[in-house]
Structure formats: C-alpha cells, structure tokens
T-cell receptor, first 113, second 117 residues
Framework: GQQLNQSPQSMFIQEGEDVSMNCTSSSIFNTWLWYKQDPGEGPVLLIALYKAGELTSNGRLTAQFGITRKDSFLNISASIPSDVGIYFCAGGNYGGSQGNLIFGKGTKLSVKP | EAGVTQSPTHLIKTRGQQATLRCSPISGHTSVYWYQQALGLGLQFLLWYDEGEERNRGNFPPRFSGRQFPNYSSELNVNALELEDSALYLC????????????????FGPGTRLTVL
C-alpha cells in the first residue's frame, strides 16, 4: 500500500539532546498528523496540522506542515527517557472520500540517560 | 471520557479459520477505521466505516470485511486466515462533521494481536 517516506528510521540519542525527524510524500495532503506508539499499545496523537506552513507546538514538541503540502517535520527539544518509542507521521485529506490516513514506517527513538 | 476499546487483546487462530475483532469508538464519534500493523511495518489502512456504511477500503483481499453497528461499534472479520495475517490490528475513531468537512484526528485503541499458526 501507499506509504510516506519517513526518516530517520531510528535514532539513538543522549538525554537532553534535540531530535528532528521528517516525512515526505509524492502526494499532496491537507492534513499532517504525528503519533507516538509505545510497545504493546496503540498510537497516541501528538500534533495535528491543517494549514500549509503551519507551525504548532505541544510542550517540547514542535511540528510544521510544509508549504508544498508534501512534507512535515517533528522536533523534540531536550529529550527525556520517556520520549522513547516509535514516532509515526500520517497524511490525510479531510473532506475527501478516502477518510483514511497514510502512515510513514516510523522513527524509532532511543534515549540514553 | 473512555477511549477507543478493542477486544480481544490477543487472538490465536490456525490457518483457514475465521477471526472476529471488535471495536468500540469514543462516545460521539461516528467514524471507525481499521488498520493492520505487521511486525516492522507501518500502519496499513484496511477499512473505513461511517454511519453504518463502508466508505472506503484499502488494498486488501475480500476475505477482510467488517461492519458498523447502529451504536457505531464495529467488527472486523478475517476469513480463511493465512500465516501472513498475523499482525496487530488497530481500530481508530474520529468525529465527522458535516458542515465543513471531515476531520482526520483519529484516535486509536490498544489493538488486537492476531497470531495465525
């Protein structure tokens, strides 16, 4: 099925460092979402973006909706051990007939205390 | 407010059997989505139900089917199970608004881990 290009695939960083990950697509989306999934659980919504160029923050998390509508990035500042998990980007088109989200393959984040 | 719930948590079947997975959306949400997450892969879209009707389906064979009930809960049925159907099956729900379009903030349940032996 269709997927987004999400990078990096994995990251191993020191506690306190900043993290950056991004997603690109060959298709335009009018919605970009970022989720975090912990082992054995379902993904949890972190940030939702609805406007091209929009920059949104949620605590230490900041995400941007690319101007071309084909990309998005997520930054995590001052990482802490509980940031460990798999981060997924997802693109969608609200108002359309599809309804579903297209997901990236995820970025696995490991944090060393 | 209760989140999306799914049952069972784990399900073990053998090849050729049928599996039924259940999902209850967040109260007030009318759309339910099913996704398959195979080991090491991202989430693959299976089915979208809204107001009791199937609105869209992903690139999966017809043996993957489902339905949505009047209370907006949903079940996913997988017939003639194959080994590669082993995966985490995730259900998500969202609030659909008719005035300005739909919203794609989908909220996920914990998933059902299906193992096919």
């Amino acid at each position: 099925g269709q997927q987004l290009n999400q990078s990096p695939q994995s990251m191993f960083i020191q506690e306190g460092e900043d993290v950056s990950m991004n997603c690109t697509s060959s298709s335009i989306f009018n919605t970009w979402l970022w989720y975090k999934q912990d082992p054995g659980e379902g993904p949890v919504l972190l940030i939702a973006l609805y406007k091209a160029g929009e920059l949104t923050s949620n605590g230490r998390l900041t995400a941007q909706f690319g101007i071309t509508r084909k990309d998005s990035f997520l930054n995590i500042s001052a990482s802490i051990p509980s940031d460990v998990g798999i981060y997924f980007c997802a693109g969608g088109n609200y108002g359309g007939s599809q309804g579903n989200l297209i997901f990236g393959k995820g970025t696995k984040l490991s944090v060393k205390p | 407010e209760a989140g999306v719930t799914q049952s069972p948590t784990h399900l073990i079947k053998t090849r050729g059997q049928q599996a039924t997975l259940r999902c209850s959306p967040i109260s007030g949400h009318t759309s339910v989505y099913w996704y398959q997450q195979a080991l090491g892969l991202g989430l693959q879209f299976l089915l979208w139900y809204d107001e009791g009707e199937e609105r869209n389906r992903g690139n999966f064979p017809p043996r993957f089917s489902g339905r949505q009930f009047p209370n907006y809960s949903s079940e996913l049925n997988v017939n003639a199970l194959e080994l590669e159907d082993s995966a985490l099956y995730l259900c998500a729900s969202s609030l659909v608004r008719n005035s300005g379009g739909t919203y794609n903030e989908q909220f996920f349940g914990p998933g059902t881990r299906l193992t096919v032996l």
